[in-house]
Nanobody, 115 residues
Framework: QVQLVESGGGLVQAGGSLRLSCAAS????????MAWYRQAPGKQRELVAT???????SYVDSVKGRFAISRDSTKNTVYLQMNSLKFEDTAIYYC?????????WGQGTQVTVST
């Protein structure tokens, strides 16, 4: 069973930064894509950022220029660096690994941005 374990969430003031980590129990290159999603209270889960096996990245418009997804293959870990955080970034953040025929989710980590 593949496990994805997120960490790094917490409470931060608006304008602050956090770095989320997603540690995988198998090589991150075994996934076609690694992604970060978030779900705010009362809202649908939304895709925030992705990084492909080849290293291509993409972001939802609301986080472009503020968030950066990266990876460390030696640690089988994907990161989400979040800068200039806003109140509306408050959500549970989930890591997802997408393979050819399988997909796995982490348990989520709470990010709360105070005004």
């Amino acid at each position: 069973q593949v496990q994805l374990v997120e960490s790094g969430g917490g409470l931060v003031q608006a304008g602050g930064s956090l770095r989320l980590s997603c540690a995988a129990s198998r090589s991150i290159f075994s996934f076609n894509n690694m992604a970060w999603y978030r779900q705010a209270p009362g809202k649908q889960r939304e895709l925030v950022a992705t990084i492909s096996k080849g290293g291509s990245t993409s972001y939802v418009d609301s986080v472009k220029g503020r968030f950066a997804i990266s990876r460390d293959s030696t640690k089988n870990t994907v990161y989400l660096q979040m800068n200039s955080l806003k109140f509306e970034d408050t959500a549970i953040y989930y890591c997802k690994g997408e393979g050819w025929s399988d997909a796995y989710w982490g348990q989520g980590t709470q990010v709360t941005v105070s005004t």
